[in-house]
């Protein structure tokens, strides 16, 4: 006999949908699930103002599926040279729903990114005082430091000398993959959060490695050990409003992930809230589900929640699908790991 469970409309407040045929071509498996994203800003040139937040806003606008309410919500990318001026005027019209902190060289198109945390003190001093959020992506560029290290040693850099600074400053701890991670958004205050991805609940390092090095697991931050996946486990389904959906899918072409040098990202927008709900059920957590993907995140943007709903069934085999999309002459693969997936969104 299979499960139903019906669900506020979830948002997803971490994803990369690019642009161009990529664009197109990714949308529509977000657009049928989410009513709303928060969007990054880390194309090439990145969006680092107002005028080039509309311009692409209204691109996603138009590769809407007929009929498709879904809410782009913009992000502002953070450069060392960001003035704290324009973004206070940005943020006086909406065009920005958070700022983006990538340290320059920490994933995919973040050459432009932050060299120095503190060049770009007087832009966190602005946003503290209008209430603007910082989306952080947690993880130092150093050789020095192992890879996965990463996010602890920048809470021990980063955030802990940020939060001291600007201890009033709303912050959102993207992608959290670490113990460490988990443990310090729980020491903080309600101005402290944290995102949690599907495939951050679902896999280990060792998933990276099974059968060969596997391009289609490899994300940055990278999955870590058992126990890291358990800490961000116990803290999706903990009921702690600071913990909340972001999926940070992120298409890549196939060409791009199938060589030396791989590109970092998942895929995972189609089957993203059926994995997410497969883990609350094993873990008997189904009542929390509601709150992490619908709810809490809104509340933390001030936001409404949606006003539809979702439904999901749990299937007695697993859900068949084309596991991937073509898209500019090549293909984009969706994110498959060892474990099937059962559950699957009704129309």
Same mark, same amino acid.
């Given at each position: ?18 642009? $161009?045929?990529?664009? &197109?071509?990714?949308?529509?498996? &977000? ?5 709303? @994203? ?13 005028? =080039?937040?509309? %311009?692409?806003?209204? #691109?996603?606008?138009?590769? #809407? ?20 001026? @324009? ?28 060299? *120095? ?15 603007? /959020? ?8 150093? /050789? ?15 955030? +802990? ?15 959290? !993959? ?9 020491? =903080?205050?309600? *101005? ?12 280990? #390092?060792?998933?990276?490695?099974? $059968?060969?090095? %596997? ?8 999955? +870590? ?7 961000? #486990? +116990? ?20 060409? *791009?992930?199938?060589?030396?040098? @791989?590109?970092?990202?998942?895929? *995972? ?36 929640? %949606? $006003? ?30 060892? !474990? ?8």
């Amino acid at each position: 006999m299979s499960t139903q469970i019906t669900i506020i409309r979830p948002d997803d407040f971490h994803l990369h949908l690019r642009d $161009g045929e990529m664009l &197109s071509a990714v949308l529509p498996y &977000s657009a049928r699930i989410y009513g709303r @994203a928060l969007v990054m800003p880390n194309l090439i040139p990145p969006v680092t103002t107002a005028e =080039q937040a509309e %311009n692409y806003r209204r #691109r996603i606008i138009d590769a #809407r599926p007929e009929g498709s309410h879904f809410e782009p919500l913009m992000t502002c990318y953070l450069t060392d040279s960001t003035s704290p001026e @324009a973004l206070k005027a940005a943020y006086a019209v909406q065009a920005f729903h958070a700022v983006k902190l990538f340290p320059a060289g920490a994933t995919t198109n973040s050459a432009s990114g932050v060299t *120095n945390i503190r060049k770009v003190y007087p832009v966190l001093e602005a946003m503290q005082e209008i209430g603007l /959020p910082l989306s952080v992506h947690g993880e130092v560029v150093d /050789p020095e430091v192992d890879i996965f290290d990463l996010e602890a040693v920048f809470i021990e850099r980063i955030l +802990k000398p940020v939060r001291k600074t600007f201890p009033e400053l709303k912050i959102v701890f993207e992608h959290l !993959t670490s113990k460490e991670g988990v443990d310090y958004v729980y020491d =903080q205050d309600e *101005n402290m959060v944290a995102t949690i991805t599907p495939h951050h609940l679902l896999l280990t #390092r060792n998933d990276l490695f099974k $059968g060969g090095m %596997n391009p289609y697991m490899y994300c940055l931050p990278v999955a +870590k050990t058992f126990k890291d996946r358990e800490a961000v #486990r +116990k803290a999706a389904i903990s009921g702690d409003e600071r913990f909340f959906l972001g999926t940070d899918s992120a298409p890549h072409p196939a060409a *791009n992930k199938e060589k030396a040098g @791989a590109a970092a990202g998942i895929f *995972n927008a189609p089957t993203s809230l059926g994995y997410v709900t497969q883990v609350f059920d094993e873990l008997s957590a189904l009542d929390k589900l509601e709150g992490f993907t619908s709810i809490y995140g809104a509340r933390f943007y001030g936001l409404s929640p %949606n $006003g539809s709903t979702v439904t999901l069934v749990k299937r007695d085999e697993p859900v068949e699908m084309d596991w991937q999309i073509e898209t500019g002459g090549d293909v984009v693969k969706i994110f498959k790991p060892d !474990t099937p997936l059962f559950w699957d969104l009704v129309d």
